[in-house]
């Protein structure tokens, strides 16, 4: 059984930097596709990082430059780096992965198969 549990959400002021934890039990963190999504108050849930199984990355616009996805596969840990936040970035982040070591494009809700509960992350003008 996989299970994520995410971790590292909270207030912050505009410009400020968080970084989230996802921490992975029941499959190695580099086995699947792994990543991203938030769900800001009103909108649909949107992937922000994904991460395949060899490392490479993908972003969504809104986030390219400001934030990183990265992994430590000695804690089986995925991370999420958020620099530069604005308030627009305010949203519930989850962790989330795919079967296979490839992460679909686009990657939709639809197409995930397990999800983390969850952490807040709120950026203040």
């Known amino acids: 059984q996989v299970h994520l549990v995410e971790s590292g959400g909270g207030s912050v002021q505009a410009g400020g930097s968080l970084r989230l934890s996802c921490a992975v039990s029941g499959v190695g963190v580099s086995s699947y596709c792994m990543g991203w999504f938030r769900q800001a108050p009103g909108k649909e849930r949107e992937v922000v990082a994904a991460m395949r199984s060899d490392g490479s990355q993908s972003y969504a616009d809104s986030v390219k430059g400001r934030f990183t996805i990265s992994k430590d596969t000695g804690k089986n840990t995925l991370y999420l780096l958020m620099t530069s936040l604005k308030p627009e970035d305010t949203a519930m982040y989850f962790c989330?992965?795919?079967?296979?070591?490839?992460?679909?494009?686009?990657?939709?809700?639809?197409?995930?198969?397990?999800w983390g509960q969850g952490t807040q992350v709120t950026v203040s003008s």
């Open positions: 989330a992965a795919d079967y296979g070591p490839y992460c679909p494009a686009p990657w939709r809700v639809l197409f995930v198969a397990y």
